[in-house]
């Protein structure tokens, strides 16, 4: 049985539980999670849209581009969630879970946009765009 994972936001506004298995757990490199994070990488994964829960809370969103909606806490700004229309899942910012050791990336996204002076060596497969099906 899959763990219950838990997170929430930095001020504590937001909670929220995700049951079940995690898939597409990566670190992406494009241009928009980098925009959005103010990070130079975004650790995400992936769960169906019923296995994510608020708690506690409220999310506002943010459509970043056309399909695309970015979910994060009106209060203090953290990113949690990223939806883009068609694909059946919603992916969760990974170091907004309160154990973000237990959903470790599996590999990278968008590595043609990753920054030069912010390099990443762990041995992961890296894809240029998005991961082959």
Known sequence: MDPKRVG???CGAVRYEV???????????????????AAPVVAWFSVP???F???????KNFQSSPGVVRSFCADCGTPITYQRD????????????????????RDHT????ALAWA???????????????
């Not at 968008?110 to 946009?113: A, E, I, L, P």
């Open 86 to 105: 068609g694909l059946g899942e919603l992916d969760v910012t990974t170091c907004s879970l309160d154990d973000p050791e237990s959903t470790p990336p």
């Open 8 to 10: 929430g936001c930095l």
């Open 53 to 59: 829960r608020l708690t506690q809370g409220s999310l």
């Open 110 to 113: 968008f590595t043609r946009s």
């Open 49 to 51: 849209p019923g296995a």
């Open 19 to 37: 049951e079940g298995a995690v898939t597409h757990e990566t670190l992406c490199h494009c241009t928009f999670c980098r925009r959005a994070s």
């Open 119 to 133: 390099p990443v060596d762990d041995g992961l497969p890296r894809h240029a765009t998005l991961r082959e099906p």
